[in-house]
């Protein structure tokens, strides 16, 4: 039949036939042929609702939004009484961004039919859109209600619940939702996030590793680094090494998370060829190269590996990859592994002799190179630069870059940061001297960041009880304190349309920063006392503060200035330490007067007896992290009342503290008439109960009132 012939019969066919055909061609994704159809149907009857519904959704399918709310008011025009014309029409109003009005739609659908879950459940979703996430559980409840085999339903209400910290319903639905579907990654990812808010992080690994094997994506990547950051793994756990060794390699997340757990999988025996040992594991080699190692059993066998290398030199010394990678490593922890006179003797001999061989032109042995590396940076060396000019093995030119080509760079870039405010006053110029000897952190990759969303979202996602202001598009951001730049990498790469600005008062940390800041993202370095931002006449969006204001003369007065650069309803991220998460720390009247390097090292290898709990804490491992932990130069412990006080008195709205999950669920569970968690009267019940809760610090977001 030739299409002439095909056009004739279509005429001559009824209305009916017409719309079968249609929804045949629709069904196939046959659209226009699908259009034409429907369009010859109203030819024929103008009022023939069901084509102006189809030809509705068809448009919304192909993104023409208008065109498709105006086909669906048309078709309820001629038949308000079919709910699936009112929830088509919900999401074409959704995805307009007219939310109300697509909840109402939403809500007359259900009316209409209350026995369809698909109906629940999109009114369900609009209500997600809204916030109204108690309202959108019910709908969630009720679409299982009415179809307890559809998975959908069981996948939103176990999102709802995690985002109102019902852990353990999430917990269920998630479950229900694997026994549904058990090949939809979905479902195990969250049974994964289910089981970490409840502190289960054992249990959460298995559904995590499911989820991976099913599909894998960057937020189930970062899910498995929340899985074995904090949790102790027997070294016969051997099937999460090739997890383990893509994570550090591949950059899951940030790889200080992983460092833990990548140690206790590392467990040579210590009487048995130790060195032999330690070279040939690839784990332990990736961990070498791009975070700190974290455990005190590791860095004593590293330690010895490292004294055994520099004794036997050339001869019988071990692969060549094994003696770079422990250089990288020392490198990244500044150099915070003991080591004695003898060792500095021999250390100092083999640079006397790299040292003449670069005079001389002679030939130089990787080997040797390497292992001087692992005792100072090369940088150290007089002439090491023209080592930059040999061909080397892959492993020593990544060493070359990391030692003498980085800092070059850092150096260079150092020469055009801006300087904007002068730094003046007596504490901050100690502070920046700290900083200048030690940038801080030393970090060799930034945490990965999912889809960037607008600061609203964010924050009404990361606290669903608040009453967050503000569409949050196009922010203004500032980072106050920037040290080396990872929190503003990360912040920058969180937020759509964000535009920062990243201060700091030490140019060697900013150095670092810029070098570290991938192109083209939005950030902007300068150097500034926080105490003098008040002379750059901007404002902005998002203030971050966290573990800056506790290292000034008078935090709250460096408080207030920040505060007088926030926008009428902007939010600000503070950071304080707590004096209940340090009280076993050592005083600093018992710690040598001396902050140099020798002096830190000696003095770790005294306090770790006498204080234990150091081993677990992260900022033990370098000598940056250790000097900012235990001899800063200046230091105060700001307590929760005096927090609340200050809010108070600024008329300042508490959104909630950064927490993990787990934290605000005990929280939670302790005061159930705080869901919010907002309460700081209650926080400081919780911390005395729980001393140990602030480990890192007090970390809050508040809201400048409009």
Excluded at 207 to 226: G, W
Excluded at 608 to 631: K, M, N, W
Aim: one cysteine or more.
């Amino acid at each position: 039949m030739n299409r002439k012939e095909r056009r004739a019969q279509g005429k001559a066919q009824p209305a009916s036939a017409l719309f079968d055909a249609a929804v045949q061609y629709h069904g196939q994704g046959r659209l226009a042929e699908a259009a034409q159809l429907y369009r010859r149907v109203l030819a024929l009857q103008p009022l023939h609702a069901d084509s102006l519904h189809r030809l509705g959704v068809l448009a919304y399918q192909q993104g023409r939004l208008a065109e498709a709310a105006q086909m669906l008011q048309a078709a309820i025009a001629r038949n308000a009484k079919a709910a699936s014309y009112h929830s088509h029409l919900g999401l074409v109003l959704a995805a307009m961004g007219r939310l109300e009005e697509a909840e109402n739609s939403c809500r007359t659908a259900t009316q209409l039919q209350p026995g369809q879950p698909d109906l629940h459940n999109n009114l369900g979703a609009m209500l997600m859109h809204l916030g109204k996430r108690q309202e959108a559980a019910a709908s969630f409840q009720a679409a299982i209600a009415c179809g307890p085999g559809l998975a959908e339903p069981h996948e939103n209400l176990g999102q709802v619940l995690l985002q109102l910290g019902q852990y353990a319903g999430a917990e269920q639905c998630f479950r229900a939702l694997i026994s549904l579907a058990p090949s939809l990654a979905q479902g195990h990812d969250g049974l994964a996030c289910a089981l970490l808010a409840q502190g289960n992080a054992q249990g959460a690994l298995p559904a995590i590793l499911r989820s991976l094997a099913l599909e894998e994506t960057a937020e189930r990547r970062k899910i498995f680094v929340q899985c074995v950051k904090d949790t102790d793994f027997a070294p016969e756990a051997g099937t999460l090494r090739p997890y383990l060794l893509r994570a550090l390699n591949e950059g899951w997340d940030r790889p200080d998370d992983l460092a833990r757990a990548a140690a206790a999988l590392i467990t040579p025996d210590p009487d048995n060829a130790i060195l032999a040992a330690l070279s040939k594991d690839e784990l332990l080699l990736a961990l070498l190269a791009r975070t700190a190692n974290q455990d005190l059993t590791l860095e004593r066998l590293l330690t010895v590996a490292r004294r055994t290398l520099l004794e036997n030199g050339d001869a019988q010394a071990g692969p060549l990859e094994f003696a770079a990678a422990l250089a990288m490593q020392c490198f990244i922890n500044e150099y915070v592994f003991p080591q004695d006179d003898e060792e500095e003797l021999l250390a100092g001999q083999l640079r006397d002799r790299l040292a003449g061989a670069l005079e001389s032109g002679a030939v130089l042995a990787p080997q040797s190179i390497a292992i001087l590396a692992a005792y100072l940076p090369l940088g150290s060396v007089p002439g090491a630069q023209a080592l930059l000019a040999r061909s080397w093995p892959p492993c020593m030119d990544q060493l070359l870059t990391q030692q003498l080509r980085e800092p070059q760079e850092e150096a260079e870039l150092r020469k055009s940061i801006p300087r904007l405010t002068a730094i003046s006053d007596r504490v901050s110029q100690s502070v920046q001297a700290q900083y200048e000897e030690n940038p801080y952190p030393r970090w060799v990759q930034a945490g990965t960041c999912g889809a960037a969303e607008d600061l609203a979202t964010y924050l009404r996602r990361k606290f669903p009880f608040a009453d967050v202001r503000g569409s949050g598009e196009g922010i203004d951001i500032l980072i106050a304190g920037c040290g080396t730049g990872r929190n503003a990498i990360e912040t920058a790469q969180r937020f759509k349309g964000a535009n920062s600005l990243a201060v700091d008062l030490s140019l060697n940390s900013l150095g670092y920063a810029v070098r570290k800041t991938p192109p083209g993202l939005a950030v902007t370095y300068a150097q500034a006392d926080l105490l003098e931002l008040g002379s750059i006449g901007r404002r902005f969006d998002l203030i971050e503060a966290v573990g800056v204001l506790h290292h000034l003369a008078d935090p709250f007065a460096g408080w207030r200035m920040l505060l007088s650069l926030l926008k009428p309803g902007g939010v600000m991220l503070v950071g304080f330490y707590s004096a209940s998460a340090r009280r076993n720390l050592p005083d600093r009247s018992v710690l040598p007067q001396s902050s140099s390097a020798q002096a830190i090292r000696q003095a770790r290898q005294h306090l770790i007896g006498q204080y234990p709990v150091l081993a677990e804490h992260p900022d033990f491992f370098t000598i940056s992290s250790c000097r900012d932990l235990l001899f800063h130069v200046q230091e105060h412990h700001v307590p929760l009342a005096a927090i609340g006080e200050f809010l108070a008195a600024g008329d300042l709205t508490l959104l909630g503290f950064d927490v993990e999950d787990a934290v605000l669920a005990a929280y939670r569970q302790r005061f159930p008439d705080d869901p919010g968690a907002v309460d700081l009267d209650h926080w400081q019940v919780f911390e005395r109960e729980n001393p140990d809760i602030f480990s890192g610090m007090y970390q809050f977001w508040l809201q400048k009132k409009i």
